[in-house]
């Protein structure tokens, strides 16, 4: 099993959007597992504040109540993710740009989102 570290704007998509290939993921990267870190449930909970979000964030919260999580501490989801990743290795799900270019300059792998598709992006920078 592998584990997927989700950031916010992943989960957030995944909530939203019909995922073509989400029943047929696992064979086709592996038997994987989205953990939800504490600091993103936290960030998705500050962001219920916001009216144009309200809807999408509400969505994401009861679509991952069955997710299991793990216990990231910090500011921000970004910078915990990234400390995360340089110390234990792995992969992340985000669709945010810039912390794929990190997540890849620390070793680790990404999950995304394209074409309405999950896609494993390699490390290589």
């Known amino acids: 099993m592998v584990d ?6 992943f989960l957030i998509h995944l909530a ?25 449930i936290m960030e998705l909970k500050k962001l219920l504040d916001d009216e144009e979000k309200k809807g ?17 501490n910090g500011s921000f989801a970004d910078a915990a993710l ?14 945010d740009r810039e912390l794929k270019s990190i997540i890849k300059k620390l070793g680790g792998s990404i999950l995304s989102i394209s074409n309405n598709k999950i896609v494993l992006e390699s490390s290589k920078v």
């Not at 999408?56 to 793990?70: E, M, N, R, W």
Request: hydrophobic letters at 40%; glycine letters at 4%.
């Open 82 to 95: 990234q400390s995360y990743i340089k110390k234990q290795g792995g992969i992340v799900a985000t669709m």
């Open 4 to 9: 997927v570290i989700c950031d916010t704007s």
């Open 16 to 40: 939203t959007n019909r995922i073509k290939n989400l029943s047929t993921i696992d064979t086709e990267i592996g038997n994987i597992r989205f953990i939800v870190p504490s600091i993103v």
């Open 56 to 72: 999408a964030v509400t969505l994401t919260l009861d679509y991952i109540k069955s997710f299991p999580t793990i216990s990231l």
